[in-house]
C-alpha cells in the first residue's frame, strides 16, 4: 500500500518542485496544501487536517520567505515561522508522523571562515532569521528534523536567478553584491534529495534515529552573488557586464549573513546522498528551462 505525504506551503518554490517530482516516487501518494488550503498559523485548522488524514510524512515547505518586509511585520512572520512550524510539528509527534522542516542558512550569522557545521553556534540576526531559528527549536523538541537550506532558485516562483534573467534582458550592464558568500541551492535538487531520504526510511535503508536533529543542505561549492550572476549570463550566453560591488552599496531592510557557507558532510553521510555542485544544477536548471 502507498504512503501518504503531506506537503505544506504546497505552492512555493519549493512545493511546486515536490510536486513536479511526485510521480517519479511510487511508493507514496501525496497531498499538496497551498496556503489556502492549510493555513499553518491555525492550530484548529492542522488539527483538523490530520484528525481525518493519516500520513506517513510531511514536508513543510510553508513559511514567511519576503526577507526584508519581515521586518516591518514581526507578527505575521512569527505566527508562520515559529507558531506554525511548531503547531505543525507537534500534531506530527501525536499523529506519529515524521516532520521534515525547512530552515535557512540566515541562522548562521556569526563571523568565519570555514563552512558551518550544525554542531556551530546559531546568530541569526533579523526578524526572519530569528523567527526560522524560533520555529527550528519547536520542531526539534517535537522530535521533527530540521533542514537548513540556502539561496533556493527554480523555474517556479520568484528567485535570483529570476531577476537576473530579466534584467540581463533590460540592460547592458548590473552591479551585483560580492562580499556575501554562501552556496545557490536548486530547489529540485533539494525537492528529490528530501523525498529520497524519505524513500529510504519508507524502505528501512535508515532508520527513524537516523532523521534525529539538523542537518544543512545546499549544493556543493561556494559562490558570491555576483558569481552566481556570472555564470547565469555565461551558461545562457548573454552579453552583461556584471560589476562587482559591496553589498553597502544595496542596503536591505534586513541584514544577509555575509558568510553561510555551510558543510554538508551529516546530510552526505548520514543518508547515502551525494550532492551536485552548483554550477552543475544551474546549468541542468538553465536546460530545463527558466
Ligand atoms: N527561498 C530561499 O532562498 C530560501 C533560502 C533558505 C531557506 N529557505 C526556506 O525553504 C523553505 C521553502 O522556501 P521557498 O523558497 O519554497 O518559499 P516560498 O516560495 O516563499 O513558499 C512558501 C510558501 O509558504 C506558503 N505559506 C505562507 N504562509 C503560510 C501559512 N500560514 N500556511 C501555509 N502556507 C503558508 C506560501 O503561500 P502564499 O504564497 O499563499 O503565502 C508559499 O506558497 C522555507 O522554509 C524557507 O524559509 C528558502
Redesign the pocket.
Known amino acids: 500500500m502507498k504512503r501518504k505525504i503531506l506537503i505544506?506551503?504546497?505552492?512555493?518554490?519549493?512545493?511546486q518542485e515536490i510536486r513536479f517530482l511526485a510521480d517519479g516516487f511510487h511508493d507514496f501518494d501525496f497531498d499538496f496544501?497551498?496556503?489556502?488550503e492549510?493555513?499553518?498559523?491555525r492550530p484548529g485548522m492542522v488539527e483538523g487536517w490530520f484528525h481525518k488524514r493519516s500520513y506517513f510524512a510531511c514536508i513543510?515547505?510553508?513559511?514567511?520567505?519576503a526577507v526584508d518586509q519581515a521586518e516591518s511585520e514581526p507578527a505575521a512572520v512569527y505566527?508562520?515561522?515559529r507558531d506554525?512550524a511548531g503547531y505543525l510539528a507537534s500534531v506530527c509527534r501525536k499523529a506519529g508522523t515524521y516532520l521534515l522542516h525547512?530552515?535557512?542558512?540566515?541562522v548562521y550569522h556569526s563571523q568565519q571562515n570555514r563552512p558551518f557545521t550544525e554542531e556551530d553556534e546559531t546568530a541569526p540576526k533579523g526578524v526572519y532569521a530569528r523567527s526560522?531559528a524560533a520555529g527550528e527549536k519547536l520542531v526539534l523538541a517535537a522530535g521533527g528534523t530540521v533542514i537548513?537550506?540556502?539561496?533556493?532558485?527554480s523555474s517556479f516562483?520568484?528567485?535570483f536567478v529570476k531577476t537576473m534573467l530579466r534584467l540581463g534582458r533590460e540592460r547592458k550592464a548590473l552591479s551585483v553584491v560580492a562580499d556575501q558568500v554562501g552556496t545557490p541551492?536548486w530547489?529540485r535538487d533539494l525537492a528529490r534529495d528530501l523525498l529520497t531520504v524519505l524513500m529510504k526510511l519508507n524502505n528501512k535503508e535508515l532508520s527513524p534515529e537516523n532523521l534525529q536533529g539538523v542537518f544543512n543542505y545546499s549544493n556543493e561549492g561556494v559562490a558570491s552573488w555576483y558569481d552566481f550572476a556570472l555564470a547565469i549570463f555565461e551558461l545562457r550566453n548573454m552579453k552583461v557586464k556584471v560589476y562587482p560591488v559591496d553589498s553597502s552599496q544595496f542596503p536591505t531592510a534586513a541584514e544577509r549573513p555575509p558568510f553561510s557557507l555551510m558543510s554538508k558532510a551529516r546530510f552526505r553521510q548520514q543518508f547515502g546522498i551525494e550532492l551536485p555542485h552548483w554550477r552543475i544544477s544551474l546549468k541542468n536548471c538553465l536546460l530545463d528551462g527558466v
Open positions: 505544506t506551503g504546497a505552492g512555493g518554490q519549493l512545493g496544501a497551498t496556503s489556502n492549510l493555513d499553518i498559523t513543510n515547505c510553508a513559511a514567511y520567505t505566527a508562520v515561522n506554525g525547512l530552515s535557512t542558512d540566515y526560522k537548513r537550506t540556502s539561496w533556493l532558485y516562483g520568484k528567485n541551492t530547489a
